[in-house]
């Protein structure tokens, strides 16, 4: 729910040429901040003349505006031309610097380069939107001129902006990137990260602008778990890419080496991929809770390769690399085979996909899909079988309850006929619901 405060400020002629503060409270986890202030800026006096009435306006109150986070920083300044300001992580109005709004007292810089004599009530409104779930989808897995991509940093960002999606991440071969360097893209979230990239296999290091110090290449096993090991002490979120890649796939033991995430579809659905999501059905059926991402591996457009395919949908609190990271880590997400296509949620009472809850005789796996087209098939999959739960004859969204008969996990799958006459292939894949038993009381 929106929030909205006024703050009256009345300000007297001695103040004329002075700059003042007004502080408030950022309330916790809020997205945008939006703040409007009025107040009587010219003074009309009708006067007769011959032919009609002219109204002389005379300018009498002038207040400019600026704004501190808790931390006294600058977070923009405006003149008396602009009454309307609105800042959230990614986008600010030109003149304030898009931020995290920290929760704590912020203070309203008050320039009052002139006051009239009776002095000039100054009116604040001030509207804060708080985060919620929404549905984002971007790229976790793409490529520029610092390594063997073709677009830059700026390039790729306009080409995922025009393609639709919200955030990117630039994971370059053995390339970090800082955030900083990546804020002056305006419009969509931009996450660092590296492709750690090793003859015998390839990771993600994503969120953090230097997951290891020394250079990347590796001579044994223990050296290998200490870059894995840095990144994760540093907080990258780690992403295990392209396990069955032809001629990069993971050769090092997986189970040795701490992960989040594993890249179970990498560019365009083939073979490599499908066995990915069959390594990640066998650890999910062995009881480990794994999200599975994909990404595009993006260098540049082809015939099959392109921005976006796959891409992430995230249900994230807001658009911001730490909210983005975190969905992504807990598994609150789908991967879909372009930026445009289906949808996909799931709820068993109050959790979501990515969550665990115990069991219960009589559960419900609630399913969500939306952008279906005709031919488009609903499967469900869990610890021992598939159920193709619906066809759609058309385009058009469905909902759907599936009863979970015993602990394990529900995850769906959409499959298409991406070509006549061939099998239908992955159009999406959710992360799962975990369904876990109770353990008896020891
Ligand atoms: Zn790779
Ligand atoms: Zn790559």
């Known amino acids: 729910m929106t929030q909205t405060q006024e703050l009256e400020i009345f300000i007297p002629r001695e103040k004329e040429g002075k700059y003042l503060t007004l502080p408030f409270q950022m309330p916790e986890d809020i997205e945008t901040f939006h703040l409007t202030y009025h107040y009587q800026t010219h003074q009309d006096h009708p006067e007769e003349t011959p032919s009609g009435t002219f109204i002389s306006s005379k300018a009498i109150n002038t207040i400019d505006l600026g704004l501190l986070n808790p931390q006294g920083e600058q977070v923009g300044v405006s003149g008396s031309n602009k009454t309307e300001i609105f800042i959230n992580a990614i986008q600010a109005t030109p ?21 009239a004599p009776e002095g000039v009530t100054v009116t604040y409104r001030l509207t804060f939107t708080p985060k919620e779930y929404q549905l984002l989808m971007g790229d976790i897995h793409t490529h520029t001129i610092a390594s063997d991509g073709v677009l830059s940093v700026e390039e790729l960002a306009t080409h995922a902006k025009r393609h639709g999606l919200d955030f990117l991440a630039i994971t370059d071969h053995n390339q970090m990137v800082s ?7 305006k419009g969509i979230t931009l996450i660092p990260g590296v492709e750690w990239t090793h003859y015998q296999g390839h990771a993600n290091f994503l969120g ?31 992403v295990i890419n392209h396990p069955f890649d032809p001629t990069c796939g993971f050769q090092f033991n997986m189970n040795e080496l701490p992960f989040d995430c594993l890249e179970v579809w990498n560019g365009p659905m083939r073979e490599s991929n499908l066995k990915a999501v069959g390594l990640w059905q066998s650890l999910l059926e062995s009881g480990q ?17 392109i921005l976006g395919g796959p891409c992430m949908g995230v249900y994230a609190r807001a658009n911001t690399p730490s909210e983005i990271l975190s969905a992504l880590r807990a598994g609150h997400s789908f991967i879909r085979f372009s930026p445009q296509g289906p949808t996909i949620q799931l709820k068993a009472d109050e959790c979501q996909m990515g969550d665990a809850k115990l069991w219960e005789a009589g559960q419900i796996v609630h399913i969500e899909a939306a952008g279906l087209i005709a031919g488009d098939i609903v499967q469900v999959i869990n610890q021992s079988e598939e159920t193709v739960l619906f066809q759609a004859h058309s385009e058009g969204h469905v909902k759907l309850n599936f009863p979970v008969k015993a602990p394990g996990f529900v995850r769906v799958e959409i499959l298409r006929t991406f070509l006549p006459g061939l099998p239908p292939l992955p159009a999406l894949i959710s992360n799962p619901i975990y369904f876990l038993e109770e353990t008896p009381d020891q």
């Open 289 to 305: 809770q794994i999200p599975a991402v994909g990404g595009s591996d993006y260098h540049k457009d082809g015939l099959f390769q």
């Open 179 to 185: 955030a900083e360097s990546l804020r002056r893209v």
């Open 208 to 238: 953090i602008d230097r997951p290891y110090d020394e250079p990347f290449f590796t001579h044994s096993d223990e050296e290998v778990k200490a870059r894995f090991n840095s990144a994760r002490a540093r907080g990258a979120l780690i």
């Open 95 to 115: 003149g304030y610097q898009p931020q995290e709004l920290m929760p704590g007292e912020w203070k309203i810089l008050i320039g009052a380069y002139k006051v």
